[in-house]
């Protein structure tokens, strides 16, 4: 059974920084694509980032590039997104995404075959 568990979400100030996990099981996370998106209350669910299967190639919303980093650790089959100089704007539920054969003018989609449950990330003062 593929299963998606996020953790590492909580609050923090304005200015601060939080790094969300993202553990695989059922699937090989070297080998596919993984992506996190969020979710704000009232809000379409939205892209923040994504590694792709071929190359580990990054991508990043515009609104998040250059604050936020996603990594893969092989070895704990773990995505990782670490998410500095956060604002209050970045509040939302976490959620991490995975696919094997998602093509890359799609990664930045909701088209996605596996979802975790999400993590929340509350950035206030």
């Known amino acids: 059974q593929v299963q998606l568990v996020e953790s590492g979400g909580g609050g923090v100030q304005p200015g601060g920084s939080l790094r969300l996990s993202c553990a695989a099981s059922?699937?090989?996370?070297?080998?596919?694509?993984v992506a996190w998106f969020r979710q704000a209350p009232g809000k379409e669910r939205e892209f923040v980032s994504a590694?792709?299967?071929?190359?580990?190639?990054?991508y990043y919303a515009d609104s998040v590039k250059g604050r936020f980093t996603i990594s893969r650790d092989s070895a704990k089959n773990t995505v990782y997104l670490q998410m500095n100089s956060l604002k209050p704007e970045d509040t939302a539920i976490y959620y991490c995404?995975?696919?094997?054969?998602?093509?890359?003018?799609?990664?930045?989609?909701?088209?996605?075959?596996?979802w975790g449950q999400g993590t929340q990330v509350t950035v206030s003062s």
């Open positions: 059922g699937l090989t996370i070297s080998r596919i694509t």
């Open positions: 995404a995975a696919d094997q054969s998602i093509i890359l003018s799609s990664v930045r989609t909701t088209r996605y075959a596996y």
């Open positions: 590694i792709f299967r071929s190359g580990g190639n990054n």
